[in-house]
């Protein structure tokens, strides 16, 4: 994952200083979202979808595509109820979280059905999803 090159050559913690030190704005889509928080549930590694740490700048899990990958709820409800993922935020196709701070302050859309969730499980590792509304950011349909 892009995130090994980034420790390697150094590129997180120069990241890092623009983040924290000189407040600058981070984001991304797909891999761009997992990247920031301690856990993403990934593709990115050959085989079925599956955790893969982060930077970790965000606290718990991130995953996108929500809605758009038939396997990406299952595989993440599977994660969190067998431990391999910690209580996690997912998007789905068009939604995008905003963190100050590292907590959550909105999420927003381009699609007007596009939602944001906290997925986790409670003491009896039963997968509870709360959705969060978006601010969608287009014009009504018509």
């Known amino acids: 994952m892009l995130t090994a090159l980034w420790r390697e050559w150094h590129i997180d913690s120069a990241l890092q200083q623009a983040y924290y030190a000189q407040g600058a704005v981070i984001g991304g889509i797909s891999a761009g979202m997992i990247c920031w928080f301690e ?3 990934s ?3 050959p085989g079925p979808l599956g955790p893969i740490q982060g ?3 965000l606290p718990g899990g991130a995953c996108p595509h929500f809605d758009g990958e038939a396997e990406r709820r299952p595989s ?4 969190i109820a067998n431990g391999a993922m910690p209580a996690t935020w997912a998007a789905d196709d068009g939604a ?3 963190f100050i701070d590292g ?3 909105k999420a927003i859309a381009s699609r007007q059905e596009a939602k944001a969730w906290r997925v986790e499980s409670d003491a009896n590792k039963q997968i509870i999803e709360t ?4 601010q969608y950011l287009g014009q009504p349909n018509s």
């Open 39 to 41: 856990y993403g549930l």
């Open 43 to 45: 593709d990115s590694i």
């Open 55 to 57: 930077l970790g700048w």
């Open 76 to 79: 993440l409800h599977q994660s």
């Open 96 to 98: 995008a979280l905003h």
């Open 103 to 105: 907590k959550l302050h």
């Open 131 to 134: 959705a969060i509304e978006c």
